[in-house]
């Protein structure tokens, strides 16, 4: 077997009238993030990571933002679409650890859920989900709610 590792990391805007989906997760809130599909910037960071682990390029080249067939669409497809690259290039995905960075809300009661819907779709169990969530207390971007990043490493496996 040959392992592989990848970091991702994705960032977006909070603004006022779109939804937060983190993880996969709707998260109440008075601010979504701003992208051109749903900004989830949690599985934006995992695909960066698989997409870096096996060598191929970052999420922008296969999901450009400057295409219609992406907007608005549901980052889950996204990283379901990543899944099946890697597999097709003959990789199994061993784990994911993940941190996100939000002032607020607090997600820490969503955590599990997205551990629960990320799962079937990296076609991995829930305990090889990690997901962290942090503050950036009070500083900067995201301390002052302006912002959301999340960052991701993955470990990819391939049998030689």
């Known amino acids: 077997m040959k ?3 990848g970091f991702g990391f994705d960032v ?5 009238g779109r939804d937060l989906i983190v993880g996969g997760v709707k998260i109440p809130h008075h601010k979504g993030a701003l992208g051109h ?3 989830d ?4 960071a995992i ?9 191929l390029k970052d999420i922008g080249t296969y999901f450009p933002d400057t295409s219609a067939e992406f907007k608005g669409i549901d980052s889950k497809i996204l990283l379901e679409r990543v899944v099946d690259l890697l597999s097709e290039k003959g990789y199994t995905i061993g784990n994911v650890d993940s941190s996100i960075v939000l002032e607020q809300p607090k997600i820490k009661a969503y955590i599990d859920q997205m551990r629960i819907t990320l799962a079937p779709i990296l ?4 305990e090889e989900i990690s ?3 942090t503050t950036n207390e009070k ?5 002052r709610e302006e912002g959301v990043a999340a960052y991701a490493v993955c470990m990819i496996e391939k049998m030689v």
């Open 47 to 55: 695909c960066d990571a698989l997409l870096g682990a096996a060598g």
């Open 139 to 143: 500083m900067g971007f995201i301390g």
């Open 41 to 44: 910037v949690l599985i934006h």
């Open 123 to 126: 076609r991995i169990h829930e």
């Open 3 to 5: 392992f592989r590792v």
């Open 12 to 16: 977006h805007q909070l603004t006022a």
């Open 131 to 133: 997901i962290k969530a």
């Open 37 to 39: 599909s749903d900004a």
